[in-house]
């Protein structure tokens, strides 16, 4: 974990500790971005690179997630990786789809 710098304000936010992903909360993300994340449950922080022009709203993969691995947000599973997503990589309906249908 880092300390941000004073007045440093967080591009990426996880909600758990155990998530694998987390939202974007800045208009612009682009690719090779330093973010600053912050892990809300007890605001820890760290960093992790921007590997994609990523939307705000859109999800970032924390680590590198395969192909029928589940994406956790919030601790709990929100669907299933369908194609393989490096970390820092884009988390979105062309690689993650809900397990529901």
């Given at each position: 974990?880092?300390n ?22 800045v208009e ?12 809300t ?6 960093r ?38 490096p970390?820092?990589?884009h ?10 249908w």
């Amino acid at each position: 974990m880092s300390n941000p710098a004073p007045n440093e304000i967080p591009h990426l936010l996880v909600h758990e500790e155990a998530d694998n992903v987390g939202v974007v909360v800045v208009e612009g993300l682009t690719a090779g971005t330093d973010m600053l994340c912050c892990i809300t449950h007890d605001n820890s922080t760290f960093r992790l690179t921007a590997g994609a022009d990523v939307p705000i709203g859109h999800k970032i993969a924390l680590k590198d997630l395969k192909d029928g691995d589940t994406a956790i947000k919030y601790g709990e599973d929100i669907g299933k990786i369908i194609a393989d997503i490096p970390q820092g990589g884009h988390v979105h309906t062309q690689n993650c789809k809900t397990k529901r249908w």
